[in-house]
């Protein structure tokens, strides 16, 4: 069974910066994406940015400018920078792998708070 583990969240301030990082137990293949999504309490778990095999990325619009999503299906990795921090971007942030467009894999998340 793959595992994700993300790491790299925390807590800072209005206009500070983390970076995310999530990484697979093992090697996957047939990566179709790599993606990253935001849960906020109280809200579902919505699609904050996400890569595909062949490099094109997408984000929602309240990120875009300010999170960069970067992925190498070769060592199964997938990072989120995220700058200009909101404190609307607080939530569990959880990376999710699908392969095959068929097997979906999730994290286990990792919380951001931004205060202002």
């Known amino acids: 069974q793959v595992q994700l583990v993300e790491s790299g969240g925390g807590a800072v301030q209005t206009g500070g910066s983390l970076r995310l990082s999530c990484a697979a137990s093992?090697?996957?293949?047939?990566?179709?994406?790599m993606g990253w999504y935001r849960q906020a309490p109280g809200n579902k778990r919505d699609l904050v940015a996400r890569?595909?095999?062949?490099?094109?990325?997408y984000y929602t619009n309240s990120v875009k400018g300010r999170f960069t999503i970067s992925g190498d299906t070769a060592k199964n990795t997938v990072e989120l920078l995220m700058n200009s921090l909101k404190p609307e971007d607080t939530g569990v942030y959880y990376c999710?792998?699908?392969?095959?467009?068929?097997?979906?894999?999730w994290g286990e998340g990792t919380q951001v708070t931004v205060s202002s």
């Open positions: 999710k792998v699908t392969i095959n467009n068929v097997l979906t894999y």
């Open positions: 093992r090697s996957m293949y047939s990566i179709n994406s």
């Open positions: 890569i595909m095999a062949d490099g094109s990325s």
